[in-house]
């Protein structure tokens, strides 16, 4: 079963794909932040920047589109297409940020079905004229999960590469667990290839859905793949000890901050990006062992205080 890394703003921009790839190699495809289709009509030199397909040299990349309103998804899709070669475009219909939702983007497109139908029919007519395939990364309703035939019915019009399926709905955040249930729904209503999105943190995990729903194409994997790395391994069946996946998140970090720093500067932004990545990466650890550690972590202003804390945490 295909593995997928899914995009997490602000985290696994170029940089981050192309050292976890060297470090872990195994997953197939990598999915970009989402770039925000709006009225400008114009990209930010840091998007096509994470994009460009010289950046992303080794690992194969699908660019994420946010949007509203189809006429500014069919640019951004055409000029992404056109500029750099991508064949396929995802549309992102999961973010449940009230910063997005509230502009009826990313989850929030799911409020009134009859408009998301009526947007993916323009979308998918100018991509079938234009030579591209869009596939479409989705959570399944607001609130609850009432509206999941109707929405199925609406996703089964529509050809696309690939759904993506995060069962879950807006309110849940990332906080209650996924509702297995809704996603079976979804398997047995689906005529597109399916993969499952979604609290894959553990090998077990992988290996549940890829037992209980055989069908499923992949498994893509975001936060897992922050807190445990080696969670690559363990799926490709690469034994390791305890102490060599050590000696593999250490190189991962090492390799990560040595090039944050080389291209970020002064101190703050480059801790800001090494505090993110703690952030996850400490669930990993003995919380009690290092506690004292990633209190320091948090309250590290210069890098040279950073340096010395992570010191004591690899031993």
């Known amino acids: 079963m295909n593995i997928y890394f899914a995009p997490l703003e602000g985290i696994t921009g170029y940089i981050f794909r192309n050292i976890f790839n060297e470090v872990f190699p195994g997953v197939e495809e990598y999915f970009a932040p ?26 194969t990349l699908i660019p994420q589109l946010l949007a509203n309103k189809s ?19 995802n549309l992102n219909l999961g973010c449940p940020m009230s910063t997005v939702v509230s502009k009826h983007r990313g989850c929030g497109m799911l409020e009134d079905l009859y408009e ?33 035939d109707e929405l199925m019915g ?21 906080k209650n667990s996924v509702n297995i249930n809704a996603f079976k729904s979804v398997y047995e209503l689906s005529r597109n290839e399916l993969i499952y999105n979604g609290d894959i943190l553990t090998l077990d995990d992988f290996e549940n859905v890829e037992a209980n729903f055989p069908q ?17 391994d363990d799926i490709k069946g690469n ?20 090039t944050i720093k080389e291209k970020m500067s002064p101190d703050a932004p480059i801790l800001f990006k090494m505090k993110e990545f703690w952030h996850y990466l400490k669930n ?16 590290c202003k210069k890098c040279s205080d950073y340096e010395e804390t992570v010191k004591s945490i690899w031993g």
């Open 216 to 232: 499923v194409k992949g498994i893509m994997i975001g936060r897992g793949f922050l807190i445990n790395p080696t969670l690559v």
């Open 116 to 148: 998301l139908d009526c947007f993916l029919s323009d979308i998918f007519d100018f991509a079938d004229k234009n030579n591209y395939e869009i596939s479409i990364k989705t959570r399944l309703g607001l609130d609850d999960f009432e509206d999941i």
């Open 239 to 258: 034994s390791l000890s305890y102490e060599e996946k050590i000696e593999k998140i250490k190189k991962f970090h090492d390799l990560y901050y040595t």
């Open 284 to 299: 990993y650890f003995d919380e009690d062992k290092y506690k004292k550690q990633f209190k320091q972590i948090k309250k």
């Open 34 to 59: 989402f770039i925000v289709a709006n009225k400008t009509y114009k990209f930010k030199n840091r998007e096509l920047l994470d994009i460009n397909p010289e950046n992303n040299k080794n690992i």
């Open 154 to 174: 609406i996703y089964n019009k529509y050809k696309m590469s690939r759904l993506i399926v995060h069962p879950r709905n807006r309110k849940d955040m990332y």
């Open 71 to 89: 006429e500014e998804f069919n640019f951004y899709a055409k000029e992404i297409n056109e500029r750099f070669g991508y064949k396929e475009i």
